[in-house]
């Protein structure tokens, strides 16, 4: 039998978290000309996308994307990759995406990567913030703080009708 499946957010509400998280990164760095946003694929990038073209549509920022590529189930097993991996981002401001913060792991990872080149700033940003935090790490902007079970999983998915789901 599948697992019951509830929408936590569907597409209008996270459109909406969207254009506030894009206005908080705005706010953070009204004197930065420019950020680098690396979504960690898949979900994180898809939204890397969607917070770039917000971005853009302000005419505030010129914006730049990376995808990182890092396995989520043994982060250190295999090495963590940057495409495009020749963007130079000495002492610039990051900006890391990804779709659900749970225990941290993923974005601890992430993070520790990128803190290798010498950035002005790296912001850490997710859609959703499930506070079952066993690394230290935060997100800086979050569209929904979400308290659940260890036994619930969240599902976002990307698409014509972006859906997060609890299930």
């Given at each position: 039998?599948?697992?019951?499946?509830?929408?936590?957010?569907?597409?209008?509400?996270?459109?909406r978290?969207?254009?506030?998280?894009?206005?908080?990164?705005?706010?953070?760095?009204?004197?930065?000309?420019?950020?680098?946003?690396?979504?960690?694929?898949?979900?994180?990038?898809?939204?890397?996308?969607?917070?770039?073209?917000?971005?853009?549509?302000?005419?505030?920022?010129?914006?730049?994307?990376l995808?990182?590529?890092?396995?989520?189930?043994?982060?250190?097993?295999?090495?963590?990759?940057?495409?495009?991996?020749?963007?130079?981002?000495?002492?610039?401001?990051?900006?890391?995406?990804?779709?659900?913060?749970?225990?941290?792991?993923?974005?601890?990872?992430?993070?520790?990567?990128?803190?290798k080149?010498?950035?002005k700033?790296?912001?850490?940003?997710?859609?959703?913030?499930?506070?079952?935090?066993?690394?230290?790490?935060?997100?800086?902007?979050?569209?929904?703080?979400?308290?659940?079970?260890?036994?619930?999983?969240?599902?976002?998915?990307?698409?014509?009708?972006?859906?997060?789901?609890?299930?």
């Open positions: 039998m599948a697992a019951k499946r509830t929408v936590v957010l569907e597409h209008d509400r996270i459109q978290k969207l254009d506030r998280m894009a206005l908080q990164l705005l706010e953070r760095n009204v004197d930065e000309k420019q950020l680098i946003l690396v979504g960690i694929v898949p979900r994180g990038a898809a939204l890397a996308k969607r917070l770039k073209k917000l971005l853009d549509a302000s005419g505030l920022v010129k914006t730049e994307i995808d990182l590529i890092l396995p989520k189930d043994g982060p250190l097993i295999a090495p963590v990759e940057l495409n495009p991996g020749n963007t130079k981002m000495d002492g610039k401001t990051v900006v890391l995406v990804d779709d659900v913060l749970m225990s941290g792991r993923t974005l601890m990872h992430a993070a520790s990567h990128l803190v080149f010498p950035l700033s790296l912001t850490t940003v997710v859609l959703v913030d499930r506070l079952h935090r066993t690394y230290p790490i935060r997100a800086d902007i979050v569209g929904l703080t979400l308290s659940t079970t260890f036994e619930e999983h969240i599902s976002v998915e990307m698409g014509a009708k972006d859906t997060v789901y609890l299930s």
